[in-house]
């Protein structure tokens, strides 16, 4: 009888420290990864981004739900977001928009600041942002105001890319 309890012992502790082994955000080990070639990282870095993708896509249908996924209408520079709420101190909104194309956003609250932060930084408070390259672009806006957010700060967006 002792022998089994000796034996069950054991046998949870290597559970608990096979469990308590440090892994990244993707789950697998530093040893795995390591030994993943450049293309199966750059899969499951695609693989990721998509699923970002697919749940800003989905919260773009609602006001108060970051990050966002916006599209522009065929013919139409201008994606307008009216009563947005800000819940947390920021929402990011994604961009795919093509080499050459400027890109503007407008505010109608002064406590909110519009920041390009991917591929580059670009605060655009400074002006117009020239795309180089057709990549993800990530906006987002931040609640830069004197007092404390409040707790839904409801805003209105607009973004306009040129050509």
Do not use: W
Request: charged fraction near 20%.
């Amino acid at each position: 009888m002792l022998f089994v309890l000796l034996i069950a012992i054991v046998v949870s502790v290597l559970l608990i420290i096979n469990s308590c082994s440090p892994k990244n955000a993707t789950g697998l080990t530093a040893d795995t990864e390591s030994s993943l070639t450049q293309q199966e990282q750059y899969e499951i870095t695609e693989i990721e981004d998509n699923i970002k993708n697919s749940y800003a896509r989905l919260a773009a249908e609602r006001a108060d739900i970051c990050p966002k996924l916006l599209q522009r209408d065929m013919g139409n520079n201008h994606i307008k977001r009216v009563a947005e709420v800000m819940v947390n101190d920021h929402c990011d909104y994604f961009l795919y928009p093509h080499t050459g194309q400027q890109i503007a956003v407008n505010l109608d609250n002064r406590q909110i600041e519009a920041l390009l932060i991917v591929p580059t930084i670009h605060n655009f408070a400074d002006g117009e942002y020239q795309v180089t390259s057709y990549d993800k672009h990530v906006i987002r806006l931040a609640y830069s105001g004197a007092t404390y957010k409040p707790e839904r700060l409801n805003y209105d967006v607009e973004i306009i890319i040129t050509d």
